[in-house]
């Protein structure tokens, strides 16, 4: 038995993975839940969003790299990341202005505003490939490791590395910075306020002199920055491709979901509950189990309980496990 | 949504609530406001000749309300007169077809609830009142939305008017009892300190002691120069504090005059007071 490369193990394969896994989820399930609890349906095209969002961030990367602009140890996407989210809030917003808001003067029910995110999803999804093409791009540059497999090893003992890299810090630092930024505009700030009003009670919010047509426009913006900034480090940890960010719509619902649509609080929490039950379970454990388990009782098997080409079945088990026994999610969220 | 004829609103029955939120409004906030006209003379407010509803049939035929400076109307009549869609359609929330209205000498007809708000007008409507999600404080401070000045004194004249909402005023409005509702209802509405405070049906779904608390209190809001028209269910208790009384029915004014010469008058009192 061997309890620390266990742990190490599992840190290394498990739980670092999950956690950057999980933030990536979380960003994207908030966007989601703002505008399912603000414009009151499930915008399909959240994955598309992102997908165009950090293609624009790519793009700026590439100019920046071009004219000898680096940041050192940080990734040049992050300085590029401003200016993807002004091109892809500008995106989304004409979009609403084209698109959605006909449908807003029309007061037409929430599931055909379902349906329009979906054809807005298509274009956006045919655009962004237009654009930058099918490809896998790596874009992430600056320090690979903040802590290395290899030196671990080296300095430990330990059979086992641990690797950490610093795409993966990347992602935990800033959602953590991201999370408690929103926190603090939607409970802190005028404009936040008028945005949970507008939630609450439409009508009320416009006899209180709260503009809905300011109101969407924040939260579409907000929305289009949480997708980028969600897409940009999904790119930065695996790679960019368009098509898996259309795949990623299904784990980001269901983290919505999980968490309870329309809680900001819950589409965090979902959003770790959906990447710890996708990694767990694609997870072969027999590497963790040898070492925990004596040795007559060491497992032949890999111990995986499905395939990593099967991950979006946990997704959509855990939707619909959610769906049948607690439909409000963990977070109570609103009237789902 | 199946009472309109709007295509884009029949969703065929599929409200998949995991998709979908219920909850929206009724009003349409894309519209953008007209201008507004002199009308000098004339009442307060000059709601006249409202003709309209919410689809192809009209609701409203003909109907006018008026309320001079800091005085008190009141509006009843039975179910499904149409007396909220009065309300609605003075506050601008309804396309009218005809008719007008005019506040403090202006025709205000053209302008966007929002922007009636910003003249001086403030709404209580009948049901969805408050947020309820947001705590009674922050309901207040939505009523604001519109000041750019500091309105601390305004919340605490309204904690004075309702001493239980201070108590409350980090619990979330819609925890609260009816009573302790329809108070952060009426308070939210005063923040922008309104100059016509229009009601509907403020005492619904309260106990008696309750109701004549309101009424004290509505009395104490006129007290201090704030024109109010009301929609009241308890129509005897109503048109005792009331300056004028409307009587509504089928969208159109059935009776009007001072409210205690409503209650005396025996047609009144047979058809619509129950004796
Ligand atoms: N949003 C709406 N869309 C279509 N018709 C409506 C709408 N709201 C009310 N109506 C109809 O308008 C008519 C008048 O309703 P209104 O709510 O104004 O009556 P009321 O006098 O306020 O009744 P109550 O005493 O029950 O509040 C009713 O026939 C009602 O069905
Ligand atoms: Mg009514």
Redesign the pocket.
């Known amino acids: 038995m061997d309890l620390l490369n266990a742990i190490v193990a599992l840190l290394n394969f498990v739980v670092i993975p999950a956690t950057a896994y999980g933030a990536q989820l979380a960003l994207g399930a908030l966007g989601v839940t703002l505008i399912y609890g603000i414009l009151r349906f499930s915008n399909f095209a959240h994955g598309d969003t992102m997908a165009f969002g950090t293609a624009m961030v790519i793009l700026f990367t590439w100019l920046f790299q071009s004219m000898g602009i680096h940041l050192g140890p940080l990734p040049t996407a992050l300085l590029a990341l401003p200016f993807g989210i002004a091109a892809t809030a500008a995106l989304v917003l004409g979009t609403d202005r084209a698109v959605y808001r006909f449908y807003r003067k029309q007061k037409a029910a929430p599931v055909i505003l379902v349906i329009v995110s979906m054809g807005v999803m298509f274009v956006m999804n045919g655009v962004t490939r237009f654009i930058i093409g099918v490809g896998e791009i790596r874009f992430d540059d600056g320090a690979r490791f903040v802590i290395n497999a290899g030196e671990f090893k080296k300095s430990t003992g330990l059979a086992e590395g641990l690797a950490f890299r610093s795409t993966q810090a990347l992602t935990i630092v800033t959602a953590i910075l991201v999370v408690a930024a929103l926190f603090w505009f939607l409970n802190r700030t005028r404009t936040g306020k008028s945005m949970r009003a507008y939630s609450d009670n439409e009508d009320l919010a416009l006899l209180s002199g709260i503009s809905p047509e300011k109101v969407v426009a924040v939260t579409w913006t907000i929305s289009a920055a949480l997708a980028v900034i969600a897409g940009t480090l999904y790119g930065l940890d695996k790679s960019f491709k368009a098509f898996n960010y259309f795949q990623l719509l299904l784990p980001i619902f269901a983290s919505a979901i999980v968490g309870g649509l329309g809680s900001p609080l819950g589409a965090i929490a979902g959003g770790f509950v959906v990447a710890f039950s996708e990694v767990s379970i694609t997870y072969a454990w027999k590497k963790v189990a040898t070492y925990v388990l004596p040795e007559s009782l060491a497992p032949d098997g890999l111990m995986q309980l499905l395939s990593t080409d099967y991950k979006f079945a946990v997704s959509f088990a855990i939707l619909i496990i959610v769906l049948l026994f607690k439909p409000t999610g963990l977070f109570k969220g609103k009237s789902v | 949504m199946s009472?309109?004829s709007n295509p884009y609103q029949d969703d065929r029955g599929n409200k998949d609530r995991s998709i979908t939120r219920e909850g929206k409004g009724?009003v349409d906030s894309t519209r953008k406001s007209g201008s507004t006209r002199p009308a000098p003379g004339g009442p307060f407010l000059a709601a006249e000749n409202m003709t309209g509803?919410?689809?192809a049939a009209d609701?409203l035929h003909d109907c006018t309300l008026t309320v001079e400076q800091g005085q008190i109307a009141v509006i009843v009549?039975?179910?499904?007169?149409?007396?909220?869609?009065?309300?609605?359609a003075v506050f601008g929330m309804l396309n009218l077809r005809g008719g007008h209205v005019k506040l403090d000498g202006e025709d205000i007809s053209e302008l966007t609830p929002q922007d009636r708000v910003a003249r001086g007008m403030g709404f209580v409507p009948?049901t969805h009142n408050v947020f309820p999600s947001m705590s009674v404080e922050e309901n207040l401070e939505m009523g604001a939305f519109i000041r750019t000045d500091d309105f601390k004194g305004t919340m605490e004249q309204v904690y004075d008017l309702f001493p239980i909402l201070k108590e409350k005023r980090r619990q979330p409005a819609g925890e609260l009892s009816g009573g302790q509702r329809q108070q952060v209802a009426v308070g939210r509405a005063l923040m922008t300190r309104p100059k016509l405070l229009m009601l509907?049906?403020p005492t619904a779904g309260v106990s008696p002691i309750v109701m004549d608390e309101l009424f004290d209190r509505i009395i104490e809001v006129a007290r201090t120069g704030i024109s109010i028209l009301m929609?009241e269910?308890n129509a005897r208790q109503a048109l005792e504090i009331a300056d004028r009384g409307y009587v509504?029915v089928q969208?159109a004014n059935r009776y009007t005059d001072t409210g205690e010469a409503l209650l005396a008058d025996p047609e009144v009192r047979r058809t619509f007071l129950g004796g």
């Open positions: 009472r309109s009724e509803g919410y689809g609701i009549g039975p179910n499904g007169a149409g007396k909220s869609t009065a309300m609605k009948q509907d049906e929609v269910q509504l969208g």
